[in-house]
């Protein structure tokens, strides 16, 4: 109340980044006062707790995120500047055909970034418990690409057990297909990481993937574990 499904969360801290796995030209390390507003809503929406366990459902309206920050260097070498970015998700569920996750996301910036705060957000590590990640484009280099504005979609359907239903209990197939699509600029001057100018994706990057889990899926003592292969183009 008074803003039926909305939260509200303002932050105040202070922020000291040093670059551990990528090397800077100079000022390496960045020291800031951040202080920000992030707003959150979601049209009845609906929390399942069981224990110590909770399940947000949200099954007919999207959900809309905004976050806005202002940066307020301690160092004299980094300058003050803002950021901001909004991101709507909307999932439809259907009995028969799965569910369909769809992802928009814009933001921009104002001021002159270190390449730590420039938006490089879209990449997502690869690794085996991150490969299923529906924001974040998985062949995107974290270290070699940076943006201060940026407009992505992405589009996932999960099929669920509906394409293939079997009465094996070791072999369950689920499959999952993903397009994703991004364009971004660096509108200021590209900052050097390891000795090379930073990139930005000013012409665009799709992606698309395919994943099955549960080739192979074993019960022990009631607790699953599933083996599961992805595939990114």
Same mark, same amino acid.
């Given at each position: 109340?008074?803003?039926?499904?909305?939260?509200?969360?303002?932050?105040?801290?202070?922020?000291?980044?040093?670059?551990?796995?990528?090397?800077? /030209?100079?000022?390496?390390?960045?020291?800031?006062?951040?202080?920000?507003?992030?707003?959150?809503? /979601?049209?009845?929406?609906?929390?399942?707790? +069981?224990?110590?366990?909770?399940?947000?459902?949200?099954?007919?309206?999207?959900?809309?995120?905004?976050?806005?920050?202002?940066?307020?260097?301690?160092?004299?070498?980094?300058?003050?500047?803002?950021?901001?970015?909004?991101?709507?998700?909307?999932?439809?569920?259907?009995?028969?055909?799965?569910?369909?996750?769809?992802?928009?996301? *814009?933001?921009?910036?104002?001021?002159?970034?270190?390449?730590?705060?420039?938006?490089?957000?879209?990449?997502?590590?690869?690794?085996?418990?991150?490969?299923?990640?529906?924001?974040?484009?998985?062949?995107?280099? +974290? *270290?070699?690409?940076?943006?201060?504005?940026?407009?992505?979609?992405?589009?996932?359907?999960?099929?669920?057990?509906?394409?293939?239903?079997?009465?094996? *209990?070791?072999?369950?197939?689920?499959?999952?297909?993903?397009?994703?699509?991004?364009?971004?600029?660096? +509108?200021?001057?590209?900052?050097?990481?390891?000795?090379?100018?930073?990139?930005?994706?000013?012409?665009?990057?799709?992606?698309?993937?395919?994943?099955?889990?549960?080739?192979?899926?074993?019960?022990?003592?009631?607790?699953?574990?599933?083996?599961?292969?992805?595939?990114?183009?």
């Amino acid at each position: 109340k008074p803003f039926n499904w909305t939260q509200f969360k303002v932050f105040y801290e202070k922020e000291t980044r040093v670059p551990l796995s990528y090397k800077l /030209a100079e000022n390496i390390v960045s020291d800031y006062n951040h202080a920000g507003l992030s707003i959150r809503f /979601a049209r009845k929406e609906t929390l399942m707790r +069981t224990g110590y366990f909770e399940t947000v459902i949200n099954p007919y309206f999207p959900i809309i995120r905004l976050n806005v920050s202002h940066f307020n260097s301690n160092n004299a070498y980094h300058s003050n500047f803002w950021k901001a970015n909004v991101v709507v998700s909307h999932q439809i569920r259907t009995k028969k055909v799965g569910k369909t996750m769809t992802n928009i996301s *814009a933001g921009n910036s104002w001021g002159i970034l270190p390449f730590q705060y420039l938006f490089n957000n879209l990449s997502v590590p690869l690794n085996i418990w991150g490969s299923n990640n529906k924001e974040g484009f998985q062949m995107l280099s +974290t *270290a070699q690409l940076g943006y201060n504005n940026y407009l992505s979609l992405s589009i996932f359907h999960d099929f669920e057990k509906n394409l293939w239903r079997l009465n094996n *209990a070791w072999f369950q197939p689920e499959f999952m297909v993903g397009n994703k699509l991004a364009i971004g600029s660096l +509108t200021q001057g590209a900052p050097l990481v390891n000795n090379k100018p930073l990139k930005d994706i000013h012409q665009g990057v799709f992606e698309a993937s395919m994943s099955i889990r549960n080739i192979l899926k074993v019960k022990i003592k009631g607790f699953g574990i599933g083996l599961g292969v992805n595939l990114v183009y």
